[in-house]
């Protein structure tokens, strides 16, 4: 099976933008869950979605959302760029929604914001 | 709210040395799983625990989960340098994982 896929792997964006982030799950997997790394605050968690329902979010301010296809795709997008949003943002699929599978990660998004 | 606390945040070891983490929770867990990230590379899982005491082994790598379901550790016996990354455990709770803020290791050669 083909892993998890993201797009695009790095980004540049400035301050005030907008961006989308995409996320393929392994084929199969209807829940993908979405994480923001950062060497300060570790691995946080932002939200998952489930048969394209949003089943949990993390402490996020709202400039950040997701939504999920009938396929399983999933986007993120976050809005009004602020410099501390430069991260890796990862996602994750699972066969089941609630975090008790195995979290497949994908290679993530490097975004840096300007 | 749920914290995710590991020791160390750093390890620095000799090649052939042991190497053990620790992950902490102020609540008692349903179950923990360990995920492994390399540099530049993204988590990849381990294992997951799930009983109280359960103690798993993948060839170098011991992973125990404590009797109380608090707090779960990670030991790997004569470390390589194939097992330099970064070490996290993540607490199922609330429908997510919390992740602790993970464990360095570097490998001396």
């Known amino acids: 099976k083909a892993g998890v896929t993201q797009t695009p792997r790095y980004l540049i964006k400035t301050r005030g933008q907008q961006v989308t982030l995409s996320c393929s799950p392994i084929s199969g997997h209807r829940s993908v869950s979405w994480y923001q790394q950062t060497p300060g605050q570790g691995l946080q968690f932002l939200f998952e979605y489930f048969s394209e329902t949003q089943r949990n979010k993390g402490n996020f301010p709202g400039r950040f959302s997701g939504r999920q296809f009938s396929n399983s795709r999933s986007e993120m997008n976050v809005s009004t760029l602020e410099l501390g949003d430069s991260a890796l943002y990862l996602c994750a699929s699972s066969s089941t929604s609630g975090a008790r599978d195995t979290q497949y990660f994908g290679p993530g998004t490097r975004l840096t914001v300007l | 709210g749920q914290q995710v606390m590991q020791i160390p945040q750093y390890q620095h070891v000799q090649e052939g040395e042991d190497f053990t983490t620790y992950c902490n929770s102020s609540t008692t867990l349903s179950n923990i799983q360990w995920y492994k990230q390399r540099p530049g590379g993204h988590p990849v899982f381990l294992i997951q625990l799930v009983k109280s005491g359960e103690v798993k082994k993948q060839k170098r790598l011991t992973f125990q989960f404590g009797e109380a379901k608090k707090n779960s550790s990670l030991h790997i016996t004569a470390t390589q340098t194939t097992d330099v990354g970064t070490y996290f455990c993540?607490?199922?709770?609330?429908?997510?994982?919390?992740f602790g803020t993970g464990t360095r290791l570097t490998v001396i050669p």
């Open positions: 993540g607490q199922t709770g609330a429908n997510n994982l919390f």
